[in-house]
């Protein structure tokens, strides 16, 4: 029942877009997008990461795309657009809202490595 009142424990979600994995490669591939995989250490080292993606794990994640804290990652830049995928999905939303409430003004989830595998993109180990 709503009788108007703000919902004072209620906050905004950032907006997280979703991005196909194919545009997501090929915009990674001329330098358009920033690709992060917020995956562990072990999951990169037993299944590779997507090429050129940055390596960021989930943990850590907001302290290295925070500007003002002295371990902000230097390839990052919250003016240009910022993909991120994990292993299913999961990982990764929580990644893009976690970037769009530090003012990176286009976030998108791109779900899993599997998904920018399956769109033609490359792995690296």
């Given at each position: 029942m709503n009788f108007g009142f703000?919902?004072?424990?209620?906050t905004a979600q950032p907006a997280v877009r979703s991005m196909a994995p194919q545009e997501a490669v090929q915009k990674a591939a001329s330098g358009q997008l920033?690709?992060?995989d917020v995956r562990d250490?072990?999951?990169?080292?037993?299944?590779g990461k997507a090429r050129g993606a940055l390596?960021?794990?989930l943990f850590i994640l907001a302290q290295k795309?925070?500007?003002?804290?002295?371990?902000?990652h230097p390839e990052l830049n919250p003016e240009k657009?910022?993909?991120?995928?994990?292993?299913s999905g999961a990982r990764s939303q929580m990644a893009a809202q976690t970037l769009a409430s530090l003012g990176f003004s286009e976030v998108y989830n791109i779900g899993g490595l599997f998904h920018w595998q399956a769109a033609g993109?490359?792995?690296e180990y």
């Amino acid at each position: 029942m709503n009788f108007g009142f703000a919902n004072p424990f209620r906050t905004a979600q950032p907006a997280v877009r979703s991005m196909a994995p194919q545009e997501a490669v090929q915009k990674a591939a001329s330098g358009q997008l920033t690709v992060i995989d917020v995956r562990d250490h072990n999951e990169v080292a037993s299944t590779g990461k997507a090429r050129g993606a940055l390596h960021i794990p989930l943990f850590i994640l907001a302290q290295k795309a925070d500007p003002r804290h002295p371990e902000f990652h230097p390839e990052l830049n919250p003016e240009k657009p910022v993909a991120v995928y994990c292993a299913s999905g999961a990982r990764s939303q929580m990644a893009a809202q976690t970037l769009a409430s530090l003012g990176f003004s286009e976030v998108y989830n791109i779900g899993g490595l599997f998904h920018w595998q399956a769109a033609g993109g490359a792995i690296e180990y």
